[in-house]
């Protein structure tokens, strides 16, 4: 079984991968999951990560995040994926919607749009969304 992953992994290289998160930070584990597998796609080769938060997703980049010790931080897991280049967008009108300012993104993170969300939907070889 774990050969005939690695093997999976090998042939996906070269790929555009977009995320698209919808869900909270907490509460669900969609968003949580929705970066594991970004954090895990960022270690491959070749492989080109992006993640766009929307609706609720947008709180996933709310700056100053603390979880209990033990219980996994997504402002951290956001964190990880930006140190290594990860672009990472949020939709403007959901932030405006909740009340969500430029200021209250993490470091690394950009207010972005539909607009932008559409010319990364064209430009990816695969899609998922959480």
């Not at 970004?38 to 980049?61: E, G, I, N, P, Q």
């Not at 010790?69 to 956001?78: A, K, P, V």
């Not at 200021?103 to 749009?113: E, F, P, Q, V």
């Amino acid at each position: 079984m774990a050969g005939a992953l690695k093997a999976t992994i090998a042939d996906s290289r070269g790929m555009n991968v977009l995320l698209i998160l919808n869900d909270g930070p907490y509460g669900t584990e969609r968003s949580y999951n929705g970066l594991r597998l970004a954090l895990s796609l960022a270690k491959t080769t070749d492989t080109s990560v992006r993640v766009f938060l929307m609706a609720d997703a947008v709180a996933c980049a709310k700056t100053g995040q603390t979880t209990p010790e033990g219980y996994y931080n997504i402002g951290r897991m956001l964190k990880g994926l930006t140190s290594k280049g990860i672009e990472i967008g949020t939709c403007g009108s959901c932030m405006d919607a909740r009340g969500y300012s430029d200021a209250d993104l993490d470091a690394g993170i950009c207010r972005s749009s539909m607009a932008q969300l559409a010319a990364w939907t064209l430009e990816a070889d695969k899609v998922v969304t959480f």
